[in-house]
Each structure stands twice: as structure tokens, then as C-alpha cells.
């Protein structure tokens, strides 16, 4: 059986998968190559190099596993025609991002940048800046799924109270609220943070308006570390040039890379990350924990993996 990588890896995962598996040819290829992808039973990928003549020639594919949360920018209708199983690696980036996000909130709170900024100008001014506490906020969290769950927890453990917005409002962990994202406009007003996990879907799309901008309190955060469709960008850029609210962290956009010319760059009260947020030198370790058993399921014959992905609904 050929299981192909459409990306190359450190050494020691590449001879940790070939002992574990003798019975598997592994071929690890930075980028596609067609000769191994028309050859290749199983796929493993990150998603964002695969075209629809892709999936046509690889003939034998039955399986795509996905070293990554999002399957937007893959040919979805193709591969559904084909029944070609998919799975990616939900859950993993919990860990690394639930940091992004408290270090994002806990600098913006007690006003690192002021800080480092008096640091690079030799400045010392203890009475400057405007620090607050974490400590007694309410976070609102759309979309508290593995990482959202990860997410509250730690900020409970700060005296945050979480509420989260699902599709179906039912109760998820480490909230202390939950209701459906139907209800979303109902609990704007009640968050001193709101924190969007959202994947991209067609109901996910320009979800937010600017009419929930104004429904957020002056001094909220809000911070899309989902998808940057979530949001138009003169949407965001107008709600923060009219101080509708205080702060916006955006580790994506709706258009990436963000362009250089970006009106969003000039902002003052806006931290943008490079959709970095899940980066770790423990990243395709973690994917690999989630690959090896369901390999060892389709060694078997079995399909019952973790993570298995409806790739007409987008997750």
C-alpha cells in the first residue's frame, strides 16, 4: 500500500511511521508529484495543494488525511463524487492556540506593547499606559468546540465567566453559558471579550455585519482566530476606526496574505498575527498521534477514524 506526503517532515517522524508500519511504502515529497500521486492509496496533506486534476489522477486514492483544521481550499465537490474518505486533525491545535490567545488578551490587558514600546525608547514611566485585569471578565466564545473548550477552561481559571454560541445550544464544556449562534445578538453586550473559533462554511460567511460591531460594548476585544471570512474587512476596519470597540486581534483575514497596502496595517488598536496562532515544534507530532491509529484502522479494514470530515458541510 502507498501512503504519499505531499510534504516533507523531520527525520525522525519519517523512520518512526516506516517501523511502526514495515508493510507500508511511505513516500515524503515537498509538493506534488503526479507519478506518486497516481500511484498513492492514502494521501496525507495540508490541504492547500490539491487541485481538482489532482484528484483525477490519483486513481487509486481512497483516503485524503489532512494535517490541518481547515478543508475550504480543497476541491471538496470532486472528492465527494469520488467518496474518497477524508479526516483531518481537529483538536490538535487546542494546545498551542488556547496560548496565542491568553498571551494576546493578558498583553493587550496589562499593556505590554506600552511597555516594550518605552523599552526600545529607554522610557521609564510606571504611571503611563492604561493596564486592567482579566481577572472578572466575560468571554464570549463562538464556536467552543475542542479549542474553544481548551480556551475556557484557562480562562476560568483567571475568574473569567464564559459563554458560548454553538449551533445547537447545547451545553459544552468549560462555559458556563451556552446558547445558539442564533442568539448571538443577545449576548454581544454582555462580553468584555468575544472570541471567534468559526471554521468557514457557507454559514459561517460574513456572519458578523456591522450591526453587531455596534451591539459590542466600547471596550471590547474581539478576536477571529477561526476564518477570515467571518468578517469583511471593511466591516472590521470601520468598526475600529470608529472606536465601536476597543481592540481587535485577527490572526486571519479575509484575504491572506493581508496586502501591504492594507488599510488595516494603519490602525492603532488592532494586532494582526499571520494566521500563526497553531504554530509549534510539537505541530505534525500531534497530527501524526491522530494518524497513526486511524492507518492502523485502515490497515484493517476499518473507517471508524477520529476526525472524519463531511467535506460538503466543511467539517
Not at 5 to 24: A, K, M, Y
Not at 217 to 231: H, K, P, T, Y
Request: charged letters at 25%; glycine letters at 6%; aromatic letters at 8%.
Amino acid at each position: 500500500m502507498q501512503v504519499y506526503f505531499t510534504f516533507d517532515s523531520r527525520p525522525d517522524l519519517q523512520q518512526d511511521l516506516i517501523e511502526q508500519f514495515p508493510n507500508v511504502d511511505f513516500s515524503f515529497h515537498d509538493g506534488i508529484d503526479e507519478e506518486l500521486l497516481a500511484q498513492a492509496d492514502v494521501l496525507v496533506t495540508y490541504g492547500e495543494d490539491l487541485e481538482d486534476e489532482h484528484i483525477a489522477c490519483a486513481r487509486n486514492l481512497k483516503w485524503i488525511f489532512v494535517a490541518s483544521a481547515g478543508i475550504e481550499l480543497m476541491p471538496k465537490e470532486t472528492i465527494a463524487k469520488r467518496n474518497i474518505l477524508v479526516s483531518n486533525v481537529r483538536g490538535i491545535h487546542k494546545k498551542p492556540m488556547a496560548e496565542s490567545i491568553l498571551a494576546h488578551i493578558l498583553a493587550i490587558k496589562r499593556d505590554l506593547p506600552y511597555i516594550y514600546n518605552n523599552q526600545r525608547n529607554k522610557i521609564w514611566n510606571k504611571r503611563g499606559g492604561s493596564p486592567t485585569e482579566l481577572n472578572g471578565s466575560t468571554a464570549l466564545i463562538i464556536g467552543p468546540g475542542a479549542i474553544g473548550a481548551e480556551i475556557g477552561r484557562i480562562l476560568q481559571a483567571f475568574d473569567v465567566y464564559t459563554i458560548g454560541c454553538n449551533r445547537s445550544g447545547n451545553e459544552a464544556p468549560f462555559m458556563n453559558e451556552t446558547y445558539r449562534i442564533h442568539d448571538l445578538t443577545k449576548q454581544l453586550p454582555k462580553a468584555d471579550i468575544i472570541i471567534s473559533i468559526l471554521p468557514s462554511t457557507d454559514e459561517t460567511k460574513y456572519l458578523l455585519q456591522y450591526e453587531h460591531f455596534q451591539l459590542m460594548r466600547e471596550s471590547a476585544i474581539f478576536m477571529n482566530f477561526g476564518r477570515g471570512d467571518l468578517v469583511e474587512t471593511d466591516v472590521i476596519y470601520r468598526a475600529l476606526k470608529e472606536r465601536q470597540i476597543s481592540h481587535a486581534v485577527l490572526d486571519v483575514c479575509e484575504e491572506e496574505p493581508l496586502p501591504s497596502d492594507n488599510q488595516l496595517w494603519e490602525l492603532d488598536n488592532i494586532t494582526i498575527s499571520p494566521h500563526c496562532s497553531s504554530h509549534s515544534s510539537r505541530y505534525l507530532e500531534r497530527s501524526l498521534e491522530i494518524f497513526k491509529p486511524s492507518l492502523k484502522k485502515w490497515l484493517n479494514g476499518e473507517t471508524d477514524f477520529e476526525n472524519k470530515v463531511d467535506m460538503l458541510r466543511g467539517y
